[in-house]
């Protein structure tokens, strides 16, 4: 299975590698050749991911070049008011390895479409939150992948603390809540060591 006869001229490897491929890259440097034509290709593929009821309450806001640095500045002086004293520079330096790459994706979920499924759906109400969750990873997955597809690197984060900054200075909509950011790039980094599971601790067949 390949997402290459989707991405026309752009290197694209196959599921199977980009699945196992993918790391989390925190420190990023600029990729010479991502634009925004490429990211914009990857996530027209990623909002095919399934939502609960297909209710698509996923949305996503994409940062590129100036405006990317720009969040990051934002976090950073954020968080430099946030956290303790000592770990100020250690986290900036870390909040500069995401700014270093060429863009983030935003991930929100639209609390309004949430409320509407749990009217329609009495039955399944306290779910409908849960869900909305279970669809974000979705996305989120779906975006890491595609862009590991495309040899482009980035990372998880939740510095959710400029939700309210973002959302005026791109006049986003009361009801999309944020849930998370994907900074991407070209790698900077060797991934850290990671442990795995024993295979048969994780999944059992009958
Ligand atoms: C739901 C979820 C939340 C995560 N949150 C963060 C985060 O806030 N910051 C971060 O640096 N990594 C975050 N990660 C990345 C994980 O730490 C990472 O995926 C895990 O350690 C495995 O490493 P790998 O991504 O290199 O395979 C998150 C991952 C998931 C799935």
Redesign the pocket.
Known sequence: MSFATEHMGVKSTCFADAVTG???I?KLKRHASVNQAQIDKIVRIVVNAPSAYNMQSGRLVVLMDDEHEALWDLAKETYAKLIPQEKVASFMERLDGFRRGNGTVLFFEDEETIRRMQEKIPANKDAFVDWSHHGS?MLQFAMWTALCADGIAA????VNAIEQQVKERYHISPSWKMIAQMPFGASDEE?VE?STLDYADVVKFY
């Open positions: 993918r790391r989390s925190r990873g990372s998880l984060q939740h991934p990671k």
